[in-house]
């Protein structure tokens, strides 16, 4: 039996992706040869890796707007790095929402000075942070969209005349944003678009070279553009799967289609939450992620059962995290309303027997 599949990453992925790709590893496209066994360089392959820069370009509305689609290694964290090498000179400022841009604040601060704009860290990251001031004098402002961790989303992306920076590795295709308004977009393809092993960076090429230091050619943006994102081996799976990905998206209709699935399974969700007395939401009404919903019991005796009854209607990837405890529903793309829809049915049936 297929599992209702709630894990926070590595993400669901369509099925139909998944028998493509798994087709592919045995044999691509008829040519007598493995995805993962054919030269990086081969014409096969620079058509895939293509097609799937194109199309991150196409969904987010950016081709043909100055705009670059890398596929890179080392995750988010290594763009922690990449962001500052490339960008920061004297001053950054960061809007510290989660452990994520915790972690790219430590990396950033190797580079030069460091502004925390603003903070929701002594609230355990429950919130977004509103009415700050972003000072003038900032070599850019880095924000983390989606906070896998919390289940807290930006609703409103800042409003700057700096570079503006955005990590979006769990809610990147997700929702309609105006993504010209960002200098530059990384995220981890493990969330929402692919397996793990790829990092997706699209990023405004009169926005690079403004920094005095030299770069080291695997950290610099410029020089992967400049090899066609192929500067060293891309990881030839992974990539695959998110071009797999990314034209199944494009096939129901792009990012605005999907927003409005993204909206029901969140509504049905929360709706749910605020409810029904057992449960209680982690994360402010307001900021609530459409991606990873944050709850836990009202009373933690009841842990035991409500455990056994999602496990044995065939739910995985349920637990929190630890930071946080209880449990986080993620309900990335490929999700289906349908499995939102077991989810809940198991909530009211919890609170029938209690």
Known sequence: MKKHNFSAGPCILPQEVMQKAASAVIELDDIGLSLIEISHRSKEFVDIMEQARSLALELLGLKDKG???????????????????????????????????????????????????ASSKDKNYNFIPKDYKIPGDLDYLH?????????????????????????????????????????????????????????LVVVKEDALGKVSRKIPSMMDYKVHIDKDSMFNTPPVFPVYTSMLTL?????????????????????????????????????????????????????????????????EAGINGLNGHRSVGGYRASMYNALSLESVGVLVDIMSDLERKA
Not at 74 to 83: C, Q
Not at 277 to 298: I, V, Y
């Open 67 to 117: 705009y670059q689609a890398l596929f890179l290694h080392g995750g988010a964290s290594m763009e922690f790095l990449m962001v500052a090498y490339n960008f920061l000179e004297k001053k950054a400022g960061y809007l510290n929402t989660g452990t994520w841009s915790d972690k790219a604040i430590k990396e950033a601060r190797l580079f030069g000075e460091v502004v925390e704009v």
């Open 143 to 199: 924000i983390t969209s989606n906070n896998t961790i919390y289940g807290t989303q930006f609703k409103e992306i800042p409003k700057t005349d700096l570079p503006l920076i955005c990590d979006m590795s769990s809610d990147i295709f997700s929702r309609q944003l105006d993504f010209s308004q960002f200098d530059l977009i990384y995220a981890g393809a493990q969330k929402n678009m692919g397996p793990a092993g790829v990092t």
């Open 247 to 311: 034209q199944w998206l494009k096939d129901l209709g792009g990012i605005a289609a999907i927003k409005e699935v993204n909206e029901k399974k969140a509504q049905l969700l929360y709706s749910e939450i605020d409810l029904n007395p057992l449960f209680k939401g982690f994360a402010a009404k307001e900021d609530r992620s459409n991606m990873n919903a944050t709850f836990t019991l009202a009373d933690e005796k009841l842990k035991d059962t409500f455990d056994a009854m999602w496990k």
